[in-house]
């Protein structure tokens, strides 16, 4: 491994203090993967800067020196965004101690945050002030804003709120030169010149480090209910959907599709997970709406809207949740989806978006090629279908050998993503691209989107140490 020398690593160290510059292997050793283990890398320094002063030094002397730096912020990315590269090269910049809540404006509606903060603990601070911040992830308990805005992550309320470009109104960055833009607006309305914002939403840490964020608040809602409904088909939860979204209008929070392949694996394999209803069902969906009035009108809502799904034969089961502890149990066991797949083996994942007319074609199209590939595959598909976002996970056949599956993800990916690109979809709906998609990317986006992109990483990283290898190749 050939990282940087010694006083080199010395003259890091002093920016952040003593305790805060890591260079034994077993305290370097959680920085160098992600949840899904895709990539593992090396590094010979992980810094934790406490304040933005502290990650502007870091950065100077980075470009001073020409060292690559690679952001880190809750590390559960699936797609090798936050992992140094396997030379040594590059050191790792967490922001783990940036966790101030810096203002809550109530009247505004906007809290001013620092970018390592938990998203959980964005959640607690906004509830805590009567107020909802409603971004919300299976992994929200260890995610951080910074990362979360570095992805645009998406996760289950995008439906009704957006996602997280649509909740966030400034930033605070610090730039790979060093230099500091700070953008912390809370203006609802601002059109001066360029929106940087936006720039940097999204872009995975390739063109700085976002130390600081204005995030969107809402008033906390005061009906919440959801439904568990067991579906024929992908059309009939279609027709659900459209059938929800006209009775629901802006109360519809959340819509999410799951394959029977999918929820039986969660009931196996997730701890106090039951099915809530009688007998298994081909496909599955969870109805969430959130009222501004009272509980009993969000509880009439999902009556009414469960009431003429069975009359139009669209349902043929359901259940709605009968506490805030039910609601709670049915969210979990979508969220652990992804989680409890691992025990079956191995999993070749897409996380892909179609238009959402365009889900049950894909999902059956695609469906078809990947058996026709891979005989005995068991697809575990599931997703908002509010918003088009599958995750399209393939479970390896069962006595299969794990290796041998997973050598075959490229070759899957390029069959399940030439069927989304051919429904004008894209092959990432929330998770980035980093490592794992970044040569996709270069062949199926237009040669012009490519380099206006190597065009904006040159301005803002002139020497290339901005999580290099990321997005776009070095």
């Not at 593992?40 to 992980?46: D, K, R, W």
């Not at 279609?238 to 029977?260: K, P, R, V, W």
């Not at 078809?368 to 599958?390: E, S, T, Y």
Request: with cysteine; glycine share 10%.
């Amino acid at each position: 491994m050939t990282g940087p020398e010694k006083d080199l690593i010395a003259r890091f160290a002093e920016i952040v203090g003593p305790g805060h510059a890591l260079t034994e292997p077993q305290d370097i050793a959680p920085y160098l993967t992600e949840t899904r283990g895709l990539y593992h890398g090396a590094t010979a320094l992980v810094l934790k800067p406490g304040t933005t002063e502290e990650v502007v030094a870091i950065m100077t002397l980075a470009s001073e020196t020409k060292t690559p730096v690679v952001p880190a912020s809750g590390r559960t990315g699936h797609v090798g965004g936050a992992v140094p590269r396997e030379e040594g090269t590059d050191i790792v910049l967490s922001l783990e101690r940036m966790t101030r809540i810096r203002k809550i404006d109530t009247a505004g509606n906007f809290m001013v945050v620092d970018g390592g903060v938990i998203l959980a603990e964005a959640q607690k601070a906004a509830a805590d002030n009567d107020r909802l911040f409603p971004l919300s992830l299976g992994s929200e308990g260890s995610a951080r804003i910074g990362g979360n805005l570095a992805t645009n992550a998406g996760g289950t309320a995008v439906l009704a709120y957006g996602n997280m470009r649509n909740l966030c109104l400034g930033l605070e960055v610090v730039l790979p030169t060093g230099e500091v833009w700070n953008g912390l607006r809370s203006l609802k309305k601002d059109n001066t010149g360029y929106d940087l914002r936006d720039l940097f939403i999204g872009a995975e840490g390739t063109l700085g480090v976002i130390t600081g964020a204005v995030l969107k608040l809402f008033p906390r809602p005061k009906g919440h209910q959801v439904a568990f409904a067991g579906v024929a088909s992908p059309e009939k939860a279609l027709d659900l959907f459209n059938l929800a979204a006209n009775c629901c209008a802006s109360a519809l929070t959340g819509f999410e599709l799951m394959a029977h392949m999918a929820f039986a694996f969660t009931i196996k394999h997730t701890e106090g997970a039951r099915d809530p209803l009688s007998s298994p069902h081909p496909w599955y969906t969870l109805i969430d709406v959130s009222t501004s009035d009272s509980q009993q009108s969000a509880d009439d809502m999902i009556t009414g809207l469960l009431e003429e799904a069975f009359e139009r034969g669209l349902v043929e089961d359901a259940v709605i949740a009968k506490s805030e502890a039910e609601i709670a149990e049915l969210w979990h066991m979508r969220e652990t989806m992804s989680e409890a797949q691992k025990p079956e083996g191995g999993s070749i994942k897409h996380d892909v978006s179609v238009p959402v007319s365009s889900v049950p074609a894909f999902l059956h199209e695609a469906d078809a090629a990947v058996m026709a590939a891979v005989p005995g595959a068991r697809i575990c598909a599931f997703g908002h279908l509010g918003d088009g976002n599958i995750h399209y996970n393939i479970s390896q056949p069962e006595g299969a050998d794990k290796p041998a599956f997973l050598a075959r993800w490229g070759e899957v990916n390029a069959i399940v993503h030439a069927i989304v690109l051919a429904h004008g979809g894209s092959i990432s709906a929330e998770h980035g691209i980093g490592r794992l998609k970044r040569d996709e990317l270069a062949r199926i986006r237009e040669p012009i989107e490519i380099e206006l992109m190597r065009r904006i990483k040159k301005a803002f990283d002139p020497a290339g140490i901005m999580n290099p290898d990321k997005v776009l190749k070095a």
